[in-house]
């Protein structure tokens, strides 16, 4: 079972790492700067693609309508860099779980070379690298709107991406520092946490959806409040907490053995001891 | 319990304070660029506190400073002059304080940094050595010893603290590895991390990994997958915060599994300015437990239901939240919330209630000024009702 758990949460690693390169190379720097093809001749209707699910990458028989000569003889690596598994760069595209408007982008600048400047050197070699963290940051840095991600659920959900996510993604335009220069500044507001969160906060911590630890450490919160303020979680209140015959906190320490830990310590709680004596 | 981790306090004098704060503004001012200053400062009364103190005001002050020097070099500190609390005992609290220089593409930081991602949280004194390149991917070296946690002493622990993570990629398709040592002079605990997005057939996949190497197993995982279907985003989630304990007290050769969390969520965007949320978890187990919570924005307005269930116990509450600016610069807001535990037999139904209300007067764009006021019905705070002022000023 233990093995089993393993190998399930190395599936997508595996998935990950087990992808091929696959895609089709084009030489961007051939078509644009000397043939001078617009973008749009290729990439029809990137003007109103509202996210990755817009077709905006040219079909083959488009490549065709010049490359006919190319091909004819059944050759496919002339464009697919494998030519025994054929994919096409909308695949690419819609599997990169990128959430970006060009239609949003579009309409405040026309200039594809904005984000897309790279492509000019782009001689068809490698897939090309159509954009840079910086070319994002360039205007972002500046904005009052964040990026389509920071949507209406933005404000709720932005602590579980962070904790998610690997640190590349938000330091487009955040450092380690935001976190708490933005939180710290609330001050006594509850934005976090509602203002009645006092007692509500037990069920949060044993099984709330939201993960603590993105903001609080155990020995930190956890034990420093409750050891500072001498309050006991308020299982341990019920009268049989502990009883002759054990009493229901064996069932906690079964199964929550990590929350009991926080604060007791087999070798050093001497209250503990009175009945664990470990012999 | 634990022996108190609370070190002797080594005050700082308020003098020497304003004086490094006036130097570090005056170099700025010669020698700077884009200077970011934002100052928050605040007052309460009577102090949140469960027990008898001698301070009946909580009060804190907080600057946040941040600015570059030429193209290479900057500085991102915030400083905070507070009363003493539970929680920190020193007045002066650094949160962090770095230097930043630029070196082509890497960077470094050096002095106090603050370290989030979704292994580990740490505020470190000591230096980070970021080196980027485009193919190879990032690698992030941090070293020095760890803060400590009531800043009773802002210089020195003998916790000391090195990471090396390495990620590469993008948006939505990256991955991470770590490792990283933390510990004192007596016990080292050497960790090991793997985190990693992608996507496959449109599901989004999340996935972080902690490893003890220490004691040679896995100390903590999780795991997201997501789909998004238009405006309705579908999570199901796995979290593992250790898989094992020695078990307590009887017999320590044997372990004990630590029961794991499943969750599921979905989020809806009704309309522009709606929000609906509802989010299920359940931890797994011979205690199993349940909780439950729906919530609804709607512009400035939130509602929220929660439920929780374990056995016998019971927990409910609702929330009840708005806000609402005015055409002039005052704007208002305040929320209320009800909260119930039930423990069936074991004991009475304990109830507690919660009401905010704060108003706003923002007379130009770099400053605001806050009254708010709070009441709290319930058995631990020795006083229910509470006031205060905030004051933000952003240069």
Redesign the interface.
């Given at each position: 079972m233990?093995h089993f758990?393993?190998i399930i949460?190395f599936i997508?690693?595996l998935?990950?790492?087990g992808q091929e390169n696959n895609g089709i190379l084009f030489p961007h720097q051939l078509h644009v700067e000397d043939m001078e093809m617009t973008c749009e001749e290729c990439h029809a209707g990137v003007a109103n693609a509202d996210g990755p699910s817009w077709d905006i990458f040219p079909k083959m028989d488009f490549c065709a309508e010049c490359h006919e000569d190319n091909t004819e003889d059944g050759d496919c690596s002339f464009c697919h860099v494998n030519s025994d598994n054929l994919q096409s760069y909308n695949k690419f595209w819609?599997?990169?779980?990128?959430?970006f408007s060009h239609k949003k982008h579009l309409s405040g600048t026309d200039d594809c070379l904005k984000c897309h400047s790279y492509i000019s050197d782009d001689d068809g070699t490698n897939y090309p690298?159509v954009w840079a963290l910086s070319d994002c940051q360039d205007c972002h840095a500046e904005m009052d709107n964040g990026p389509i991600s920071h949507?209406?659920?933005w404000k709720?959900?932005h602590g579980s991406e962070?904790?998610?996510?690997?640190?590349?993604?938000c330091a487009?335009c955040h450092?380690?520092?935001s976190?708490?220069?933005c939180h710290?500044?609330q001050?006594?507001?509850?934005n976090v946490h509602?203002?009645?969160?006092?007692?509500?906060h037990?069920?949060?911590a044993?099984?709330?959806?939201a993960?603590c630890?993105?903001?609080h450490?155990i020995?930190?919160d956890c034990?420093?409040?409750h050891?500072?303020?001498?309050?006991m979680p308020?299982?341990h209140?019920?009268?049989?907490w502990v009883s002759a015959e054990g009493g229901i906190h064996i069932?906690?320490?079964?199964?929550?053995?990590?929350l009991?830990?926080t604060?007791?310590?087999?070798t050093?709680?001497f209250?503990?001891?009175r009945?664990?004596r470990?012999d | 319990m634990k022996k108190s981790h609370f070190k002797p306090i080594r005050k700082h004098n308020l003098s020497t304070i304003l004086l490094l704060l006036i130097i570090i503004i005056n170099v700025s001012n010669i020698f700077g660029s884009k200077l970011k200053i934002n100052f928050s400062s605040s007052a309460l009364y009577p102090r949140l506190s469960m027990m008898d103190t001698d301070e009946n005001m909580h009060w804190r002050s907080l600057l946040s400073y941040d600015q570059k020097f030429g193209s290479r070099l900057g500085v991102d500190a915030l400083f905070e002059y507070g009363s003493e609390n539970d929680h920190f005992r020193n007045p002066f609290r650094v949160h962090h304080l770095t230097a930043d220089v630029k070196l082509w593409n890497h960077q470094l930081s050096i002095g106090r940094l603050a370290i989030w991602n979704a292994l580990q949280n740490a505020r470190v004194d000591g230096a980070r050595l970021n080196i980027n390149t485009k193919k190879l991917g990032t690698l992030s070296l941090v070293g020095g010893l760890k803060a400590v946690t009531d800043f009773s002493d802002t210089l020195f622990t003998d916790n000391t603290y090195f990471m090396a993570s390495w990620s590469k990629g993008r948006i939505g398709k990256n991955l991470a590895l770590s490792f990283w040592i933390k510990g004192d002079v007596d016990e080292i605990n050497p960790y090991a991390g793997l985190q990693f997005n992608t996507s496959k057939f449109g599901v989004r996949i999340s996935n972080a990994l902690a490893f003890d190497i220490g004691e040679t197993k896995l100390n903590y995982a999780k795991i997201r997958l997501s789909k998004r279907f238009g405006d309705h985003t579908v999570g199901f989630g796995y979290r593992q915060k250790r898989f094992d304990l020695w078990k307590q007290f009887e017999d320590f050769t044997d372990l004990i599994g630590i029961s794991p969390t499943i969750t599921l969520d979905v989020n809806s965007i009704l309309s522009d300015n709606m929000l609906l949320r509802n989010q299920l978890s359940y931890r797994l187990g011979e205690n199993g437990k349940t909780f439950l919570v729906s919530s609804l924005n709607y512009n400035k307005l939130y509602a929220s239901v929660l439920g929780g269930f374990e056995g016998e116990n019971m927990e409910y509450g609702i929330i009840l939240g708005a806000s609402h600016k005015l055409k002039s610069p005052i704007s208002f807001g305040g929320s209320v919330a009800l909260n119930a535990l039930d423990h069936g037999d074991f004991a009475e139904l304990e109830s507690s209630t919660g009401a905010y209300g704060w108003i706003g007067w923002q007379p130009k764009e770099f400053i605001m000024l806050k009254l708010f006021g709070r009441f709290s019905n319930n058995s631990y705070f020795k006083q229910d009702g509470r006031g205060g002022i905030i004051i933000n000023v952003a240069f």
């Open positions: 233990w758990k393993i949460l997508p690693f998935l990950l790492i819609k599997s990169s779980g990128l959430d690298n949507d209406l659920a709720q959900l962070v904790n998610s996510n690997t640190s590349g993604n487009l450092t380690n520092n976190c708490e220069e710290q500044l001050q006594f507001t509850p509602s203002v009645d969160y006092i007692l509500a037990s069920f949060d044993k099984v709330g959806v993960e630890s993105t903001c450490d020995i930190e034990y420093t409040c050891v500072t303020n001498q309050i308020m299982n209140n019920f009268h049989n069932g906690y320490a079964e199964s929550e053995a990590e009991c830990a604060c007791h310590i087999p050093e709680d209250l503990c001891l009945c664990h470990g | -």
